[in-house]
């Protein structure tokens, strides 16, 4: 079972990317599939989930407005549309996958991350 994840790069302020997880193994379609990220020297953190009842989504303060999750259930596949990027987005983007039933606060699957940097 793999998550792979893909996009991310070197691009300026106000720029835009497409990130892309492509999970393969298994079928993650009854999985909540989320995007995380973790800056240097900080913690990771939440940054967006799209539920797999409900396709709900949801997303971090810090990037609401500006972020916009999708999911390709047919292709296995999680995407993260960054629009209005700051230098403060700068980290490595993890996605993630639970089982939606899942009782644990701990996600299951977790890709190897795509550094995404931000130049002011």
């Known amino acids: 079972v793999q998550l792979q994840a893909s996009g991310g790069g070197l691009v300026q302020a106000g720029d835009s990317l497409r990130l892309s997880c492509t999970a393969s193994?298994?079928?993650?379609?009854?999985?909540?599939m989320a995007w995380f990220r973790q800056a240097p020297g900080k913690e990771r953190e939440f940054v967006s989930v799209?539920?797999?009842?409900?396709?709900?989504?949801s997303y971090a303060d810090s990037v609401k407005d500006r972020f916009t999750i999708s999911r390709d259930f047919g292709k296995n596949a999680v995407f993260l549309q960054m629009n209005d990027l700051k230098p403060e987005d700068t980290a490595v983007y993890y996605c993630?996958?639970?089982?939606?039933?899942?009782?644990?606060?701990?996600?299951?699957?977790w890709g190897q991350g795509t550094l995404v940097t931000v130049s002011s």
């Open positions: 993630a996958a639970k089982h939606f039933a899942s009782k644990s606060g701990e996600y299951d699957y």
């Open positions: 193994g298994r079928s993650f379609s009854t999985y909540n």
């Open positions: 799209f539920t797999y009842r409900g396709r709900k989504t």
